[in-house]
T-cell receptor, first 117, second 113 residues
Framework: ETGVTQSPTHLIKTRGQQVTLRCSSQ?????VSWYQQALGQGPQFIFQ???????GRGNFPPRFSGLQFPNYSSELNVNALELDDSALYLC????????????????FGPGTRLTVL | GNSVTQMEGPVTLSEEAFLTINCTYT??????LFWYVQYPGEGLQLLLK?????DKGSNKGFEATYRKETTSFHLEKGSVQVSDSAVYFC????????????FGKGTKLSVIP
């Protein structure tokens, strides 16, 4: 069974640029959640995708957007990068969207470290 | 809204010492509670969980009990090892229309021989 993988591992961009981060979900999982982890902080929920649709969103501006593909892999796109976007971006996959009281365990990838200069 | 507060780190202990990392939460409804661990250069791994009041989660010698009356979920281990050095995150999942985990800021644990 393949776990959650993310690419690239590290990325350096300059302010104002755009970036795309990729995530392959664990085999059999249909839901992907993205989190931003700033240095010294806990992960913050960005959004979740379930069956190719955005299923919930945290307190992030619209320049953070995403996609989920028919094979349940996902992309996180960030436009007009700002210095504060520098962080570890974590992807987590699960079987089912949750939200109904029962928890569908989220399995995390190793993350993509984004540095904005 | 939901929030998790955990003790500030870093925490440095000698091998075989007793570990406690405090965690308290604020949430609507009846959340599930978790401890995640992050080893250097790796993603988050679920360490243990508890889904209702008075449940005790346990794994790899770590334990935490869901205390609804004190809204707490403190992590404990009787005898830490060097290999336990990592960052520990307390988290909650409230369900009821929410799809996200809410995390604390993390506590870095260093265990020295």
């Amino acid at each position: 069974e393949t776990g959650v993988t993310q690419s690239p591992t590290h990325l350096i961009k300059t302010r104002g640029q755009q970036v795309t981060l990729r995530c392959s979900s664990q085999s059999g999982h249909n839901t992907v959640s993205w989190y931003q982890q700033a240095l010294g902080q806990g992960p913050q929920f960005i959004f979740q995708y379930y069956r190719e649709e955005e299923n919930g969103r945290g307190n992030f501006p619209p320049r953070f957007s995403g996609l989920q593909f028919p094979n349940y892999s996902s992309e996180l796109n960030v436009n007009a990068l700002e210095l504060d976007d520098s962080a570890l971006y974590l992807c987590a996959s699960s079987l089912g969207q949750g939200g109904g009281g029962s928890y569908n365990e989220q399995f995390f990838g190793p993350g993509t470290r984004l540095t904005v200069l | 809204g939901n929030s998790v507060t955990q003790m500030e780190g870093p925490v440095t202990l000698s091998e075989e010492a007793f570990l406690t990392i405090n965690c308290t939460y604020t949430a609507t409804g009846y959340p599930s509670l978790f401890w995640y661990v992050q080893y250097p250069g790796e993603g988050l791994q679920l360490l243990l969980k508890a889904t209702k009041a008075d449940d005790k989660g346990s794994n790899k010698g770590f334990e935490a009990t869901y205390r609804k009356e004190t809204t707490s979920f403190h992590l404990e281990k009787g005898s830490v090892q060097v290999s336990d050095s990592a960052v520990y995150f307390c988290a909650l999942y409230s369900g009821a229309g929410s799809y996200q985990l809410t995390f604390g800021k993390g506590t870095k644990l260093s265990v020295i021989p």
